[in-house]
């Protein structure tokens, strides 16, 4: 596109940036290095903890990629693509985070050098996708097919759950995260996040953490005249108001005497009056609100024996419709005992110091359970919390796909050495790229030895002369260092975890590897993120 009088066109406007060719593939490259570095020491169960500190000033302590990497600050449009697979592979399948991002940052390493031998990238990228489309047939390969084992679902949970800082725990969280996920595996499509509520409790030792299976909810009853406890609860989910909406300004009521302001608030209170009715010829004693409940409804509820809560949120409306088998009822006048919901008690009662909560227990067949976490700080729920939701994640899978593989590197040392098999079979540069993409995968076994403190390469090798043996399952035993079979160990992981993880970091590295040409429009005035003060903003807009 050479000017045809020899004079430069200029297409961009002034003070954009550019980088092309090798030089924007280099800095590519060393955006999505630097951040696959920073979490590839908190890899596996030796991996260390990273304290992050935001803008506030307040610590989160973590050993958990996904995490590290949302809280990161990242300002290169690269490294947002790496963290975005870390995001993908979060949603997706809820572990394997660090994996996916240690796995494409070594991708881009391994296609660094083959750029500098002059192997165009494009070669490059079509090798990994060949070599991708392969790992994941031997993946599913090896996998092992656990349908109904429920001793396996408890192991799956514990591999998720291991270096999170919660060992001496891991036997009650793990029992808890396959309890939690078996039950809600019941409904056809389920979103964790709508139908497993964790409530986390300063004070109290972690042993006194349960699952319950129903609903906790952050509410006090309405009135003090209303029953505290009731059992063989019949609930009422009830979307709209019990409230007389106010008047808007606009209409105007003239009343003239006291006589008629009476019949007004009479009036009031009959339609008040009428509504209560409908609920109790339904059969109702529990009422959720999820708007107002006013003083005349609430004195007719509390005279009717019935417990109510009023402005319940949204989300937990529907987690206890999924609970108690409750409609949620738009109209109190049309309610039926059809659309109620049961179980054995609903309480209001204190936990901890904490204040009090109202409980809804003993939901047979509940298809949304609460967790409650007890745990001495904040900083240590939260991480107990974080290892709890990858334990529910993938036990969900393995309940509904049934398939796993061995962890501790086996399935990461099984796919280099049947992909370098197959390498052989082909010609070219491709088999370089094929061959690349082996060792980049097998990063995980030597990242898995390096930060328990074994000698790397010589675990590597160990590890491949098993595999040569047709030993598939040996995997690293983390307290000798030495292989040993990780099924016998329990070590165990979902095979999604896997497949999705390859998968991932290879459409992250495949796609940047693409990417010949940085065009960066100029800065404009920097705007404060949201959070942030425009006071801490010191720097001048150019
Ligand atoms: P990710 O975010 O990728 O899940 P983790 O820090 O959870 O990263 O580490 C996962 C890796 O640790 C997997 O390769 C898994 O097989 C391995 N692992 C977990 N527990 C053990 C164990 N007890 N022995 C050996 N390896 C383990
Ligand atoms: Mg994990």
Do not use: W
């Not at 590839?40 to 610590?59: E, Q």
């Not at 394997?96 to 031998?117: F, P, R």
């Not at 509410?219 to 059992?231: A, C, G, T």
């Amino acid at each position: 596109m050479a000017g045809l009088s020899g004079i430069p066109i200029i297409i961009l406007k002034e003070g954009s940036k550019r980088d092309t060719g090798k030089d924007a593939q280099r800095r590519n490259i060393a955006a999505a290095k630097a951040v696959a570095d920073s979490i590839r020491t908190t890899l596996g169960p030796k991996g260390m903890d990273k304290m992050l500190v935001d803008s506030m000033g307040d610590a989160t302590v973590t050993n958990d990629g996904a995490t590290i990497l949302r809280e990161l600050d990242v300002d290169n449009p690269v490294a947002k693509m790496i963290v975005e697979v870390a995001k993908a592979q979060d949603d997706e399948i809820g572990d394997g985070t660090t994996t996916a991002v240690i796995i494409a940052g070594e991708l881009l390493k391994k296609a660094e050098t083959l750029i500098d031998q002059n192997v165009h990238p494009t070669v490059i990228v079509s090798g990994y996708r060949q070599a991708q489309t392969k790992a994941q047939a031997i993946l599913k390969d090896m996998s092992i097919d656990v349908s109904g084992d429920s001793k396996t679902l408890t192991k799956i949970a514990q591999t998720a759950m291991t270096g999170k800082g919660i060992e001496l725990f891991m036997k009650k969280l793990s029992q808890i995260a396959v309890d939690a996920a078996t039950a809600v595996a019941k409904t056809e499509r389920v979103d964790l996040e709508e139908s497993v509520k964790i409530v986390k409790i300063t004070g109290g030792s972690i042993e006194d953490s349960e699952i319950n299976y129903g609903l906790v909810l952050e509410k006090e009853r309405l009135d003090p005249m209303m029953p505290k406890k009731v059992e063989k609860a019949r609930i009422l989910l009830l979307e709209g108001t019990l409230e007389i909406k106010k008047l808007s300004t606009d209409a105007k009521i003239t009343i003239t005497d006291a006589q008629e302001m009476a019949s007004f608030k009479q009036g009031e209170e009959k339609v008040m009056a009428d509504q209560v009715g409908a609920i109790v010829r339904a059969g109702a004693n529990v009422v959720f609100c999820q708007k107002g409940i006013g003083q005349a409804a609430s004195h007719y509820l509390a005279k009717n024996g019935i417990l109510a809560a009023r402005r319940v949120k949204d989300e937990d409306m529907k987690l206890l419709a999924l609970a108690t088998g409750a409609k949620i009822v738009g109209d109190v006048m049309t309610v039926t005992a059809k659309d109620l919901g049961s179980c054995k008690l609903v309480e209001e009662r204190k936990l901890g110091k904490d204040k009090n909560m109202i409980f809804v227990e003993g939901c047979t067949n509940a298809k949304a359970v609460s967790v409650i976490l007890h745990g001495s700080t904040e900083v240590f729920l939260d991480e107990m919390e974080r290892a709890l939701e990858d334990a529910l994640y993938v036990v969900l899978d393995v309940i509904r796909s049934g398939r796993i593989v061995p962890g501790g590197g086996a399935p990461e040392i099984r796919v280099a050495e049947k992909i370098r098999q197959y390498a052989t079979t082909l010609t070219g540069r491709e088999q370089l790229a094929v061959s690349a993409f082996a060792d980049a995968v097998e990063s995980i076994p030597l990242a898995l030895a390096e930060n328990a403190g074994f000698d790397p390469v010589n675990t590597l090798m160990a590890l491949r002369s098993k595999h040569q043996q047709g030993l598939q399952t040996y995997g690293l035993n983390i307290k000798t260092g030495d292989p040993s079979d990780m099924l016998a160990e329990g070590v165990v992981e979902p095979l999604k975890v896997k497949t999705q993880a390859i998968k991932s970091a290879t459409e992250a590295a495949t796609m940047i590897l693409r990417v010949d040409d940085v065009i960066a429009a100029k800065q404009e005035g920097l705007k404060p993120k949201p959070g942030q003060s425009p006071s801490d903003y010191t720097r001048p807009p150019y």
